[in-house]
């Protein structure tokens, strides 16, 4: 089965449609009503949308082939392999040894179709030890052995007639034996588990990846003897016995839950509707599991995508209002950037600029001035000290003309800064050493002299103006 992959999250399968854009979304890409009833609108132009049912969501079986080997790992499984195991010494007792073997056989089997069942519904941990499925009365086990025997009457009755027919026959019920076995978890119909009709219909319904099933639990068929055989010439007979009826355990409930996951991801086409809503766990590389998604930063990303920027910018400013993030903060700088929005920008910008100031991030703050220039070639911080800071990193980061856009006319919009002079001093700097203008930076350097001459960078000034002079007169000076 293709999955529908969603549009704005591509390695996550689809799980609604909306018929009026024609895009397919996951669950986090829905939006709520407000109203609190249960339909789910589509994010981008509000309409109701409709569902792709929950198979689109399921990852296929032979994704998830690892995780069938880790799933008897759990507390619950692996106490009753044990308790069955354990309980396999007492097959060593004169006379009741069958009868213990086959309790032993039958129990194990009762917890294979209880894991199928559990499974098949959605469930992706084992069923609890003492669960209505495990604890409930049912002899699944027995009802599946008179399957088996009148499989085999029909494979001796069709030998009757030819040889050819009987390879056929046995064939047929060999490969049918998964389709059996997942009729009589669901149905717990002998009938309905031996009919040719039915466990065809199963198998079509499912298609080629069937065959995949079936080559798989004939591999995990055989993983158990291969494994007995390997512990019989390191382990005595005792241990032997115990290990040997907890790997066999192990395999079966192996192949019973890829049997449930099986009829769990084809539920649709099998018409079996007692499964419940899939909740993801990771087993798609990206998904929400792995990646947990903010609803609102989810729907604001939505509304871009699909152009609509006033109404991100809107959710984005309402949310600046209440208590956004420094995150929050640039992302509606990065939106207004994109809607063009210049008196927003530079309203926002002088808020901004703080926050980064604030948080160290020197480099980004230069950046959101500089493209607040670009909105209003007039646009200066209303504090003098942050503007002092910020010139001078320009100036230490080689932003030399954004440095001096900063400084320019310092002391008009600040007056009576104690930073005036340090600010003029780093403009002088930059028109000599990146500007080829000394006489100006001198006469900047004078006038501080003048206007400042008890100021506490008086000597860097005195200083700087010392250098200016040997550099007039150095030779090759122009």
């Known amino acids: 089965m293709v999955r529908v992959a969603c549009k704005y999250h591509p390695r996550v399968p689809a799980r609604w449609h909306c018929p009026a854009c024609g895009v397919n979304v996951c669950p986090d890409c829905v939006k709520k009503t407000e109203t609190g009833d249960r339909r789910l609108l589509c994010t981008a132009c509000q309409g109701e949308l409709d569902s792709l049912g929950i198979g689109n969501t399921i990852t296929p079986f032979w994704e998830r082939i690892p995780r069938f080997f880790a799933y008897p790992f759990n507390a619950d499984c692996l106490v009753y392999l044990a308790m069955l195991a354990v309980a396999s010494l ?26 199928l069942s559990h499974t098949a519904s959605g469930n992706l941990s084992p069923p609890k030890l003492w669960s209505a499925n495990l604890a409930g009365e ?54 309905e588990a031996l009919n040719p009709v039915a466990l065809g219909r199963i198998m079509g319904r499912i298609g080629w990846p069937y065959l995949i099933l079936f080559v798989f639990l004939l591999l995990l068929s055989g993983g158990s003897n291969v494994a007995a055989e390997l512990l019989e010439q390191v382990l005595p007979d005792w241990l032997l016995t115990i290990a040997g009826v907890f790997i ?45 998604v903010d609803p609102f930063l989810n729907e604001v990303n939505i509304l871009v995508s699909e152009g609509k920027l006033e109404e991100a910018k809107a959710r984005l400013k309402a949310r600046l209002r209440l208590a956004g993030t420094p995150d929050d903060r640039e992302r509606y700088h990065r939106l207004l950037k994109l809607s063009g929005d210049k008196a927003e920008l530079v309203h926002h910008g002088a808020t901004y ?86 006489a100006q930076a001198k006469k900047i350097l004078a006038d501080l002299l003048r206007t400042y001459p008890d100021h506490e960078s008086l000597e860097d000034i005195k200083g700087y103006l010392r250098f200016l002079d040997r550099l007039k007169t150095a030779p090759g000076a122009g």
């Open 353 to 438: 600029l703080r926050t980064l100031v604030e948080l160290g991030r020197n480099g980004q703050a230069l950046d959101v001035f500089s493209d607040c220039l670009g909105a209003d070639p007039e646009f200066q911080v209303s504090e003098g000290r942050l503007a002092y800071g910020l010139g001078s990193l320009a100036h230490d980061q080689g932003r030399h003309d954004l440095a001096l856009r900063i400084l320019n006319r310092f002391a008009q919009r600040y007056p009576r800064h104690r930073d005036i002079p340090r600010a003029y001093l780093v403009a002088a700097k930059i028109l000599c050493e990146h500007k080829n203008q000394d």
């Open 138 to 191: 049912n002899n699944l086990p027995l009802r599946q052995l008179v399957v088996f025997v009148l499989m085999g009457v029909v494979v001796g009755l069709a030998g009757e007639l030819s040889p050819v027919a009987a390879l056929v026959a046995l064939f047929f019920m060999l490969f049918s034996v998964p389709a059996s076995v997942m009729s009589m978890a669901l149905l717990g119909s002998i009938v």
């Open 248 to 292: 066999t355990g192990y395999f079966t409930v192996i192949m019973f839950h890829m049997m449930g996951y099986v009829v769990y991801q084809y539920h649709e086409p099998l018409g079996y509707e007692n499964v419940r809503e899939f909740d993801r766990t990771g087993d798609v590389p990206g998904s929400r599991a792995e990646v947990p």
């Open 90 to 115: 007492a097959a060593f007792l004169p006379l009741a040894g069958i009868i213990i073997s086959l309790l032993i056989s039958f129990a194990l089997l009762k917890y294979g179709y209880a894991v």
